[in-house]
């Protein structure tokens, strides 16, 4: 039988749960900033000291290739694309790389002609676009001619 003065059960306070929660929290986010500043496990490289001297620059060279511009069809919201861009070539290749600029020219010509003009006019898509025609030109002129294509104007109006 129940007792009529029988107070019911009390509840359990969520405080301590609230206190745990909050402490894991900033316990895990100082842990992490300690790790991602270097404070811990990292930070192993001592900063360059003011005395290091500089290495010798690779062997290289640039050569231009022939700006290109090309008409955009009536969709796009620009109507060319102007292309200035150059080669980086270790030296010794120069010559034979220089025998090869109007194939290369050609190949951009091509890729950058069956581009959609959307990818053209996304501005994130440049990178890719890069790649995509340094390996290309890479094709053209053998693997270990051309190091990195360098693009000097890309010109949408």
Same mark, same amino acid.
């Given at each position: 039988?129940?007792?009529?003065? %029988?107070?019911?059960?009390?509840?359990?306070?969520?405080?301590?749960?609230?206190?745990?929660?909050?402490?894991?929290?900033?316990?895990?986010?100082?842990?992490?900033?300690?790790?991602?500043?270097?404070?811990?496990?990292?930070?192993?490289?001592?900063?360059?000291?003011?005395?290091?001297?500089?290495? %010798?620059?690779?062997?290289?060279?640039?050569?231009?290739?022939?700006?290109?511009?090309?008409?955009?069809?009536?969709?796009?919201?620009?109507?060319? +694309?102007?292309?200035?861009?150059? +080669?980086?070539?270790?030296?010794?290749? %120069?010559?034979?790389?220089?025998?090869?600029?109007?194939?290369?020219?050609?190949?951009?010509?091509?890729?950058?002609?069956?581009?959609?003009? %959307? @990818?053209?006019?996304?501005?994130?898509?440049?990178?890719? +676009?890069?790649?995509?025609?340094?390996? *290309?030109? @890479?094709?053209?002129?053998?693997?270990? *001619?051309?190091?990195?294509?360098?693009?000097?104007?890309?010109? +949408?109006?």
């Amino acid at each position: 039988m129940t007792q009529p003065d %029988a107070e019911p059960p009390k509840k359990k306070s969520k405080l301590p749960l609230l206190i745990g929660l909050v402490g894991a929290l900033a316990l895990g986010g100082g842990g992490f900033f300690a790790t991602y500043s270097g404070m811990i496990l990292g930070g192993g490289a001592a900063p360059p000291s003011e005395t290091a001297e500089a290495g %010798a620059l690779p062997d290289i060279t640039f050569i231009p290739v022939d700006p290109i511009t090309i008409s955009l069809g009536p969709n796009a919201r620009a109507r060319h +694309l102007r292309f200035a861009s150059q +080669l980086e070539v270790a030296s010794p290749h %120069a010559a034979e790389v220089t025998l090869l600029l109007p194939r290369i020219s050609d190949v951009l010509n091509s890729y950058l002609r069956a581009v959609e003009v %959307a @990818q053209l006019e996304d501005p994130t898509t440049l990178m890719r +676009l890069k790649a995509q025609m340094l390996r *290309r030109i @890479q094709i053209v002129t053998g693997k270990d *001619r051309v190091r990195d294509l360098l693009i000097s104007e890309f010109v +949408l109006n």
